[in-house]
């Protein structure tokens, strides 16, 4: 029982510590193809402490929900990172809830975001809250499917016992509708953390951006609050991919060796699919808004071609 | 014997893979992207032949599958650069259905292709997944001939349809003869050489390669 509450407690630290560091890496990656030097990989913490020491200024204007959406927003990733194995497949909290689980925490948290960009009442804050929703609308269904895609196949929702059981069958797990899922999930992620063909997360006051217009009217400690609930979100959806599509190395029962080997892993999986996100931002140039169902109708159809070779490999 | 081979986790994979590259193509809007895509889906047929000849032991696969890298992966895909150079062609692909909906015919057209293919007794005992991929191959092909406007685009349309059969015959016998493959091989390059002659041509004429433009009578 001690030692469950530990690992939670761990996952939880984990969690917190890797994301900003996680998003450093993206950036140093990034900045490496675009022949630049590039903050260093610790910016993002340098950036939320000074955050923190800062005051908000709030419009007065505003009403509950301003104040409240950060912090739900953020409880809601956490919260979803206790249900996301991260090193270990048989979370404490995996019991909790499942892959639709999680997709309704992002839900929530998304929804309480727009919800704030509309309270302050100014207009880039609406355009952000509505493109968000209209990207969202197209996003939720493709992750559904294409995390379905691997559930069927392994018979559960629940995502530690997905990634044990992907873990335990080795390669062999490797199948069409496994690939087919991957590709379509891996066009989620770049969806839902905000990277380039969908949004730009360096960018300030410019017409395309949506996650940044969302949180304009943020400052000082309730900016960083919002800023480390999107890293959280990164490293989560990361985590996603990571442990659902090849969760080899994962610790599947609590011993420090384990977990510390599965920990290792864990970050090397993380950095690779960083510098895979880093280099498709690089070589693609932002999408028109209108053109964005386009992108995502293919990671669509990828999952949904992922059910249908399941049907027809096992069913056939 | 051919389960075994169809069956196998490196052959689902590469057909997977085929599908993705379909898809590739219905959902990129550049010329440029497209030919690419279309020289990956020809390189990973050639593994596919180059796999089936391996674990048949039919060493007159391995030729074919080096015809396939050679003539599909490089030089068709170069002779398409060529043309969209040469004429100086938009690289925009103008369509007459958008990329999602598109894209949704596709999937559509693909669990038809696998019921169609599932209706069929006489070949329980192969891979369905390899015969529908070939199937929706073939049909996505048709799809993108009657729906994109570039005259290119129908040429590109008409060797995927060509792809699929090549995955068709050898899903379904292991293989053609030799000789067979080599006179389908001549007949594609030849197919693709005239074809682009004809681009040439109707550009010459029409000054677009828009088929859609092709109804006004020049006299």
């Known amino acids: 029982m001690l030692s469950q509450i530990g690992i939670s407690v761990i996952q939880v630290i984990v969690i917190l510590a890797l994301a900003p560091l996680l998003s450093g890496i993206i950036n140093k990656i990034k900045a490496f193809f675009q ?11 340098y950036d939320l402490a000074k955050l923190m020491r800062k005051d908000s200024v709030v419009s007065e204007n505003v009403s509950w929900i301003f104040h409240a959406a950060p912090i739900i927003s953020f409880a809601a990733m956490l919260t979803a990172g206790l249900i996301i194995p991260i090193f270990i497949s048989g979370m404490p909290f995996g019991f909790a809830g499942d892959i639709i689980a999680v997709v309704y925490l992002l839900a929530l948290a998304r929804f309480f975001t727009a919800l704030a960009s509309l309270d302050a009442g100014s207009s880039f804050g609406g355009m952000g809250g509505s493109r968000e929703m209209f990207v969202a609308s197209m996003v939720e269904p493709a992750l559904m499917l294409s995390i379905f895609a691997v559930a069927l196949n392994v018979g559960s929702t629940n995502l530690g016992y997905i990634s044990q059981t992907v873990s335990n069958a080795g390669l062999s797990a490797v199948s069409p509708y496994h690939l087919l899922a991957f590709v379509a999930m891996f066009i989620i992620a770049i969806a839902e953390t905000g990277r ?9 006051l410019e017409l395309t951006m949506i996650h940044e217009a969302m949180i304009l009217e943020y400052s000082g400690k309730q900016l960083a609050i919002v800023e480390l ?15 659902i599509f090849f969760p080899w190395g994962i610790a599947q029962s609590i011993s420090a060796a384990g977990i510390t080997v599965a920990l290792i892993v864990f970050v090397i999986k993380i950095v690779v699919l960083g510098a895979m996100m880093a280099m498709v931002e690089t070589q693609t140039a932002k999408w028109r808004l209108f053109r ?6 293919v990671s669509l159809m990828l999952s949904f071609l992922a059910l249908v070779s399941f049907i027809i490999v096992k069913g056939g | 014997m051919e389960e075994v081979i169809f069956g ?7 057909i997977a893979l085929i599908l993705v590259t379909t898809f590739m193509i219905l959902g990129s809007t550049r010329l440029y992207s497209c030919v690419r895509a ?3 889906q020809s390189f990973l047929l050639a593994c596919v032949a180059s796999v089936v000849g391996f674990s048949t032991g039919k060493y007159d696969l391995y030729i074919i599958a080096f015809l396939t890298l050679v003539l599909k992966a490089v030089v068709i895909p170069y002779i398409f650069i060529y043309i969209i150079r040469e004429i100086k062609v938009k690289r925009e692909i103008e369509l007459y259905v958008g990329i999602s909906p598109s894209l949704i015919i596709g999937g559509m057209l693909v669990v038809i292709a696998y019921y169609l293919i599932r209706s069929i007794d006489v070949i329980t005992g192969l891979s369905s997944f390899a015969l529908s991929a070939s199937m929706s191959l073939v049909s996505i092909g048709l799809f993108i001939m009657i729906s994109r406007k570039k005259a290119i685009m129908q040429m590109l349309g008409i060797l995927i349809m060509e792809n699929g059969l090549f995955l068709v015959a050898i899903s379904l016998t292991n293989g053609m003869p030799l000789l067979v493959e080599l006179g389908i091989f001549f007949d594609v390059l030849i197919g693709v050489l005239i074809m682009g002659i004809l681009i040439f041509r109707i550009n010459k004429t029409f000054e677009t390669i828009d088929t859609d433009k092709l109804k006004t009578l020049i006299g």
């Open chain 1, 196 to 204: 380039i063909p969908v949004d730009n997360p360096s960018t300030h």
């Open chain 1, 229 to 243: 609930g999107a890293m959280i979100k990164q490293l989560l959806i990361y985590a996603l991919l990571a442990n």
């Open chain 1, 292 to 297: 964005l169902p386009d992108l995502l109708s």
């Open chain 2, 8 to 14: 196998s986790g490196i052959m689902q994979l590469l």
């Open chain 2, 38 to 40: 279309f020289g990956i």
């Open chain 1, 35 to 45: 022949i630049r030097k590039g903050p260093g990989i610790f910016q993002p913490y």
